[in-house]
């Protein structure tokens, strides 16, 4: 079975500028979850998404964050403008039931 | 407010010893608590799930309690093996609207020969 795909693996980008991030499910998981990761502290929820419909943004800074799952399947997370603190390792995971399934992650770095 | 507390510090123990991991949370009422393991450049993989109404539950020589009146969950590994070094991080499964995990901080384990 495949897992939790992620890309890129690793980007670094300037203060200000955007970033997108993508993940592809395991196939058939209707639940999609979106965390950041600071160096040291565990994994935080940005977003949840219930095949293409959102159930929890509630920690998404949506002044600079967004995310999108078109068809129920990838999704697409983006920073715009990125800020020195956006530097962390963003996990994609998914679902079935309680258990979930993570991504290897995308680590920012904002200089 | 509420806070999911996981041992700061690293722990270390000697291969063949069990090492016992410690998560203590105030102010949630989680329907299950769920342990993860995590490697260094990956992301977290599952473990473990007990129920509120479990007290105890095994896997192989993973052991999790459950105490929801002390708010604390333990985790234990028996016959620890070099190969079990990792970030361990507990979850606090939120029932609500939706299925939700609050994550510790985790603890990091290193098992030396």
């Known amino acids: 079975e495949a897992g939790v795909a992620q890309s890129p693996r690793y980007k670094i980008i300037e203060k200000r500028q955007s970033v997108a991030f993508w993940c592809n499910p395991i196939s058939g998981h209707a639940t999609l979850y979106w965390y950041q990761q600071i160096l040291g502290q565990g994994p935080k929820l940005l977003i949840q998404f219930q095949n293409n419909g959102v159930v929890d943004d509630s920690q998404l800074p949506k002044d600079r964050f967004s995310a999108e799952r078109l068809k129920g399947v990838d999704s697409t997370l983006k920073i715009q403008p990125a800020k020195l603190e956006d530097s962390a390792v963003y996990l994609c995971?998914?679902?079935?039931?309680?258990?979930?399934?993570f991504g290897p992650g995308t680590r920012l770095t904002v200089l | 407010s509420q806070k999911i507390e996981q041992n700061s510090e690293a722990l270390n123990i000697q291969e063949g010893k069990t090492a016992t991991l410690t998560c203590n949370y105030t102010n949630y009422s989680p329907a299950y608590l769920q342990w993860y393991r995590q490697d260094p450049g990956r992301g977290p993989v599952f473990l473990l799930l007990i129920r509120e109404n479990e007290k105890e539950k095994r896997k192989e020589r993973l052991k999790v309690t459950f105490d929801t009146t002390l708010k604390q969950s333990l985790f234990h590994i028996t016959a620890s093996q070099p190969a079990d070094s990792a970030t361990y991080l507990c979850?606090?499964?939120?029932?609500?609207?939706?299925?939700?995990?609050?994550f510790g901080t985790g603890t990091r384990l290193q098992v030396f020969p």
């Open positions: 979850a606090l499964d939120i029932k609500g609207n939706t299925d939700k995990l609050i």
């Open positions: 995971a998914s679902s079935l039931t309680t258990k979930q399934f």
